[in-house]
Each structure stands twice: as structure tokens, then as C-alpha cells.
């Protein structure tokens, strides 16, 4: 009696655990997906462009494979791309350090040499629900947890693309936490008969599927690694900009996997993405995790009935091919690179290459002005006077032979002298000037080989130069690494509310996966700024070593869109680059998202409206994106508090332009900007319209 009782609690144990509930209170049914259930299966099919569709078919058994079919429909015809996947997500956790220098928001830190340990992602089927976003559906598992972290798998489809997104969505409770994730699908069984990616060289690789083949890491090209059967192929890739953690180099560092017992942690064969806990071992600060925020460990998946090289082919677009799109009316802008070519090359008396690799690598990624950051402890920038003025003069010769009509290598320092904190500066010709100057040197002499050399006392000489010269200053990397505590020290300078002085540099510094957007560290300093009642301007910024062809350079990027209609000749200088930059004609972008006109009741960035008596304007904004867009937000300031209104924009599908009008109330207001992100957290933001 006692066995029989014992068998029926195991039978209702196992009945309740294979019947799960799946809540559909939040899924629309004219959403364009289609969801139907059985006992322990959920199927959800999306629709896609050329009248396809995809499907997924959700095992919702315990200890089967969660995704037990993906597959893509034409034409009445089904091809079924994989079986029997599981989602596999590693956890590293470790420690932040909030104490020693500006919290949250630090960069030097050293989180690889603290104690940190891997946890395998724990995965248990009790509750599902299928919910509708816009044009997305959402399918939620839970729950997921691993150490202190505890949440549920999301899974995304996005009407209109074979792209769906898998996350592992969970907070831990802990302070003062630091980490990195893996994620990738795995099989017991894959069908899957070879595995390709694109190496450093942008040459295909495709090698022949082997179960049992120990885990490796890939150094690839485009952040992905496929898997291809012949039914099609199966693309995994990370957000491409977000996944990366913030480092001084853009080293390649094997972002993807392959094979079984990954870390020692994943038994299966899989396939995924990964990051090195080590990153280029100088400063690694991994993301932030602080308490309670829910941090998506997420991965893009690309479905195709095509070969792995036209699939391949359709995760580049989604990056432009990893470049920087032209746009009629604008030239692409980037600053702060410390590759050291003169002082490694040039004056090193090595051989000068006709044109180095890092021209190359700008001019393919399409960058049609480099502003530089050279001399960064490395030369002479206090004198004595000759090693200094040849060192700008090899500078500026390079600078001037390497340049042409359709590419600008443009001569920059970051003096961190004089100010305060780090900051950059940007002349618009060559000048040649020493950071120091003793009480009976002048200002300003006349020298027979250089001409006009300048000398550098104080911050009071320093502004003088930039007026003269009519240059740029900004804060490099406001409020973190050198500049902690800057531009708010020094806001009531006379340098600093100079127009010499622009505002400070954007850079995804610190590292933070529960954001959807950013950086927002400059992002707020961009609206106190405006708030402090100063026509300040925020440029896109690198601030990376080495640039290399090999190195991950799209994922640490971003670029400035300058109003210009042609490149300036360097010969005859290039003012109209600073002119752009100090009056606010341009808008930042990771790249996937653009916004080639932005204006409030006509009036366009850096310029002045004045508001009508009850403040109600049409804001105009054209965009265009490449994966689906989730917001735009308005944001307005009236010198004390910032007021945002966000509006939703998961109704768009993958590849899309269109002309957006915001009616909204500025009253009181003295400033207005946009800002647009996308699903994998890409976006771009404009400057300021100033209200009076």
C-alpha cells in the first residue's frame, strides 16, 4: 500500500511538472505571431518579409531540450534548421570596486586579478507566458539562476526578420558586483553537419562538424560563428556594440566557441559567444551588476535556408558590414586614437611604410576624418624645445602625406596639463606649441624653421592659445578614469565656459547590461551641462591604443556625422570640422542607427528657437536602423531639472527608415535633444536645440 501510494505521488509529480501553464494574458492575437499549445509543447511562429515564417517548437518537458525544433516556412514548404537545442549560459562572477575611485562609474579597475568564479546557468521549466511588443513576441521561461542571480529566459522574435534573441534575464541582491557572461546552444545530438565563421582575413571558414571535439575558442571576424545542416543554416552573434566591455585596446579575443565541455561547464557540443575575463590584462573592468537591476546575458540568432556565406551575408547588414554609411550632407568623424605611429615609427628610425595598416583600417570602416590623440606619455611635450617641436613637426608631415580628398588624418594631443582631469584638444592647422614656459620666455616667438612657437604656463596661456589658434578643448572620458570628478570641478572656470571649450567625449564607459542605452555617465553629464546654463556639445569618442586589421574595431567604435558637404583640403586647413563640432552640427551614432535630419519647429541642433507662447512644438526627426528599433526619448532641461518622455517604437521591424513628428510641450523649457536605441541596444543621439 505504501509503494502504491509512493508511485501515485510520483505520477502526479511527474503530470504536474510536463503539464506547465502557459499564460497568453499579454499576447495579442493580431500581432502577426501565431501561438498554439498542447500538454507540454508551445509552438510560436512569426511572420517574416517574402511571406515566410518562422517557428520555434518548445519542448516544455523537464529534462528535454528546450528548443526541440527551429524552422523556417515558404511557400507552403517547412525546412527545419535545428533540433533539440538547449540555450547554455555561463555566469563569471566577481567584484567591483566602489570605494577607491568614482563608484559605479569606474574604469580602473582590475577585476581579472580579484577572486571570481564560473557558474554554469541553472534552467528549470515552471512557468511559461507568451507576450506581445509591438511587433515582437516575447516567450518567458522561468526560472534561471546561478550564484546570487536569479531570473528567467526570454526569448524574442522580431516580426518581419528570421531574428530571434535569446537572454538569460536576472538580478542578484549583491553589492559591489562585477561580470561577464558566455551564452551560446547546445545539443546532445546536433544536427548540424558543419560549422563556419569568418576569419581576421575576411576569408570563410567551414570545417566539418566532430561530436566529440574538445571546446575552442575562435578568433573570427563579425562576431559570429554558424551552424549549417541541409536544410540551412543557423547564425549566433552578440549585440554588437553592448556585448563589449569597455578597454583600452580593441584586441581580438576570441569572442566566439565551438565544441563540447565548454569551461568545463557546458558537457554538450555548442556553439556561442564569449569574452575573455583577462581582456588586453591593463585595466578590465568587466559590467557592472548593481543590485537589483536585471542584466540580459543575451545572444542574437539568425535562421537562413541559405549556405553559412550568404547567411553571413545577412548578419553583416545588420552592421553595415562593420562600416560607417555614407550620408549626403555629412562626413563621418572619430577621435582620440593613441596608435603612437610617430614616436614608434616615424622617430624610432624604423622603415615608414608607404601606408600603414591603420589608415587602411579607418578608410575600410568608413571613417572620412581621424582625429588623433598622439605624444600620450610617450614624447616630449614640456620640451626641451627641439625633440619637441621635430615631434610635431613629424606629426604634422604625416598627417599632411597620408591625408587626400576623400580621407583626413587630422594632428590632436591629449595634454592633460594645465585644466584639470584629461582632455583633448583640436587646432584647425598645424600649431606648434611646448607645454611649459619659464618666467622670462613669451608667450609667443618667432622661430625660422617653424614659425610661430608657442609656450604654455597655465590654464590662463592655455585658453589664450585656443582663442589665437581658434582650437577645441573637451573632456576626454568625463567623469571616469583620469578625468574622475571632471568637468564638475572646473565648471565655473573662465576656460571651461569659454566657446573654446566644447563640452566632453562619449565613450560606453562603464560597461552595463540592464541599461537600454549607453553610457549613460555622458549622457547625463550632456543634459547637466545644458542645464548649468552652457552651450556645451558632446562628440563621439575611441580612446584606443592599437588599430590594427585584425583587431575587434566595430565593437569599440562610434563616429560623429558633421554637417559638411566635402572634406576640407588639409593643405588650406580645416576649420569647418571645429565650426561643426563647436556649434553642434553633427549627431553621435554606434552606426546602426542614423538620423540624418533632427529639428524642433524648423530649428536644427545648435541653433535657437524661440517658443511659441504655449510652448508646443513638432519635433521632425528622420531615421533609418538595421535591427528593430525600442525607443526614442525627448529630453528637455529648464536649468534645474531634466524631463524625459519617452515614446515606443517596438511597433518598427529590422531595416527601416521613416520620418517620425513628436508633438510636445516645452514650456519653461531651455533646451531640447532626441535620442534613438535600438534592440540591441545600439543608437544614436542629437545635440541640442537651445529654447528661449
Not at 559590467?287 to 542574437?300: G, I, V, Y
Not at 571649450?501 to 545644458?530: C, H, Q, T, Y
Request: aromatic share 12%.
Amino acid at each position: 500500500m505504501k509503494n502504491s501510494f509512493s508511485l501515485i505521488l510520483l505520477l502526479i509529480s511527474f503530470i504536474s511538472r510536463a503539464q506547465i501553464p502557459v499564460d497568453l494574458a499579454e499576447f495579442k492575437k493580431n500581432s502577426g505571431a501565431q501561438v498554439n499549445t498542447s500538454a507540454s509543447r508551445l509552438e510560436v511562429s512569426w511572420p517574416i518579409k517574402n511571406k515566410q515564417k518562422g517557428k520555434i517548437i518548445f519542448n516544455l518537458n523537464q529534462d528535454a531540450p528546450l528548443f526541440a525544433s527551429i524552422q523556417l516556412t515558404q511557400g507552403g514548404v517547412t525546412k527545419e534548421i535545428a533540433t533539440a537545442l538547449d540555450p547554455a549560459f555561463i555566469l563569471t562572477v566577481g567584484k567591483r570596486d566602489l570605494v577607491s575611485q568614482n563608484g559605479w562609474n569606474i574604469f580602473f579597475d582590475k577585476t581579472h586579478k580579484k577572486p571570481h568564479q564560473a557558474y554554469l546557468v541553472e534552467f528549470d521549466k515552471r512557468n511559461v507566458s507568451v507576450k506581445t511588443n509591438g511587433s515582437r513576441t516575447v516567450i518567458r521561461v522561468s526560472e534561471v539562476k546561478a550564484a546570487s542571480f536569479r531570473g528567467a529566459l526570454e526569448i524574442t522574435l522580431y516580426n518581419g526578420s528570421p531574428l530571434f534573441n535569446v537572454a538569460a534575464v536576472m538580478a542578484t541582491e549583491v553589492d559591489s558586483t562585477a561580470i561577464l557572461y558566455d551564452g551560446g546552444l547546445v545539443s546532445k545530438a546536433p544536427t548540424w553537419n558543419t560549422i563556419a565563421w569568418s576569419d581576421t582575413d575576411n576569408k570563410l571558414q567551414t570545417i566539418p562538424l566532430t561530436i566529440n571535439q574538445n571546446s575552442e575558442a575562435k578568433r573570427v571576424k563579425y562576431r559570429t560563428i554558424m551552424g549549417s545542416g541541409r536544410n540551412g543554416t543557423l547564425a549566433i552573434f552578440p549585440a554588437p556594440h553592448q556585448y563589449f566591455y569597455p578597454l583600452d585596446e580593441a584586441f581580438n579575443l576570441k569572442f566566439t566557441w565551438m565544441g563540447k565541455n565548454y569551461r568545463n561547464l557546458v558537457e554538450d557540443y555548442g556553439i556561442g559567444i564569449r569574452q575573455d575575463l583577462m581582456g588586453d590584462d591593463r585595466y578590465v573592468p568587466w559590467f557592472n551588476a548593481p543590485p537589483k537591476t536585471q542584466q540580459r546575458l543575451n545572444f542574437f540568432c539568425l535562421l537562413s535556408t541559405e549556405s553559412p556565406e550568404q547567411t553571413l551575408t545577412q548578419v553583416k547588414q545588420f552592421t553595415h558590414n562593420d562600416t560607417y554609411q555614407p550620408l549626403a550632407g555629412y562626413k563621418t568623424m572619430s577621435s582620440h586614437f593613441h596608435n603612437e605611429f610617430i614616436m614608434k615609427v616615424v622617430l624610432a628610425n624604423k622603415p615608414v611604410p608607404e601606408k600603414p595598416t591603420f589608415v587602411d583600417v579607418f578608410k575600410n570602416t568608413g571613417i572620412d576624418i581621424v582625429h588623433l590623440g598622439e605624444f600620450h606619455y610617450t614624447a616630449h611635450p614640456k620640451g626641451p624645445d627641439e625633440p619637441r617641436l621635430q615631434e610635431l613637426k613629424a606629426l604634422f608631415d604625416q598627417c599632411k602625406r597620408l591625408s587626400t580628398d576623400k580621407f583626413l588624418l587630422l594632428p590632436g594631443e591629449e595634454p592633460n596639463e594645465f585644466f584639470g582631469g584629461h582632455w583633448l584638444q583640436f587646432f584647425p592647422k598645424p600649431v606648434y606649441w611646448i607645454m611649459a614656459r619659464k618666467p622670462e620666455m613669451p608667450f609667443v616667438t618667432a622661430d625660422s624653421r617653424y614659425g610661430k612657437v608657442y609656450r604654455i604656463n597655465d590654464k590662463n596661456d592655455m585658453l589664450q592659445l585656443l582663442e589665437v589658434e581658434n582650437g577645441l578643448a573637451w573632456t576626454a572620458h568625463a567623469r571616469t578614469k583620469g578625468s574622475t570628478g571632471y568637468p564638475d570641478k572646473y565648471k565655473e572656470e573662465t576656460f571651461f565656459k569659454s566657446d573654446r571649450f566644447m563640452g566632453a567625449a562619449w565613450k560606453n564607459i562603464p560597461g552595463e547590461l540592464s541599461e537600454p542605452r549607453l553610457s549613460k555617465r555622458v549622457l547625463d553629464l550632456m543634459d547637466d551641462m545644458a542645464n548649468w546654463g552652457l552651450k556645451k556639445h558632446v562628440i563621439a569618442e575611441a580612446d584606443l591604443f592599437t588599430v590594427e586589421p585584425e583587431n575587434e574595431m566595430y565593437a569599440h567604435l562610434n563616429v560623429n556625422y558633421l554637417q559638411l558637404d566635402k572634406l576640407p583640403n588639409y593643405n588650406q586647413g580645416w576649420q569647418p570640422i571645429l565650426d561643426a563640432m563647436q556649434q553642434g552640427k553633427f549627431f553621435v551614432t554606434t552606426g546602426e542607427v542614423l538620423l540624418p535630419t533632427f529639428s524642433v519647429n524648423g530649428k536644427k541642433s545648435g541653433e535657437t528657437l524661440k517658443l511659441p507662447g504655449e510652448g508646443k512644438v513638432t519635433i521632425a526627426l528622420d531615421v533609418s536602423w538595421t535591427f528593430p528599433l525600442t525607443f526614442a526619448e525627448i529630453i528637455s532641461g529648464d536649468g534645474s531639472q531634466v524631463f524625459r518622455e519617452k515614446i515606443d517604437l517596438q511597433n518598427t521591424q529590422a531595416f527601416g527608415k521613416q520620418n517620425f513628428k513628436f508633438k510636445t510641450n516645452l514650456n519653461g523649457k531651455k533646451w531640447v535633444r532626441v535620442e534613438v536605441w535600438d534592440a540591441a541596444v545600439n543608437g544614436a543621439f542629437t545635440q541640442q536645440v537651445w529654447l528661449e
